[in-house]
């Protein structure tokens, strides 16, 4: 004698599960990074003052309080670029003579970001790549790169990624 299964499938449950998957992937086209605009800072953490002479900004009140769990009193923007999100090739942003960043749509909802070291006469070194939600850009949240900086004992440099308004 074969057991007796009991489905819990009702008639009108199929047309639940594909409004569900059509919501679904809906909220997964919603999701592109399709005319969203990047903005990456590079950032100096230091306890240092602003340099004589340089054109360095302070970091807005937002970006300290994503930083407020790191040591340096100061952080000072050195350069920023502005980029389309695009899921047809990088974009690469030049955001200092040794740095550079290119972000791209990946289609399913995210993006990479990869951080890149310059040096004259050579092609572009990957230092790190990673992938952050495009939605969560678009929220208002940080992806932040961070590493040591090599030329100043116990100084720091961020990378730091945000959606903006497109420029028009």
Not at 21 to 41: K, Y
Request: proline fraction near 5%.
């Amino acid at each position: 004698m074969r057991p007796v299964l009991h489905s819990r499938f009702r008639p009108g449950s199929s047309l639940l599960a594909l409004a569900i998957a059509s919501l679904t992937l809906l909220g997964c086209v919603q999701s592109r990074g399709e005319d969203l605009q990047v903005q990456a800072r590079l950032v100096w953490g230091t306890n240092n003052p602003k340099p004589e002479g340089s054109k360095y900004t302070a970091l807005d009140a937002k970006g300290r309080e994503k930083l407020r769990q790191f040591k340096w009193q100061n952080y000072w923007v050195v350069n920023q670029a502005f980029s389309k999100l695009d899921a047809q090739k990088p974009s690469r942003m030049a955001l200092s003579e040794k740095c550079a960043v290119d972000v791209k749509d990946l289609g399913n909802g995210t993006a990479e970001i990869r951080l890149f070291e310059l040096k004259t006469g050579t092609e572009p070194k990957l230092v790190k790549p990673v992938h952050h939600s495009i939605s969560a850009l678009k929220k208002g949240e940080y992806c932040i790169l961070a590493g040591d900086d090599k030329a100043v004992w116990d100084d720091a440099w961020f990378v730091i990624v945000t959606a903006t308004e497109p420029k028009h």
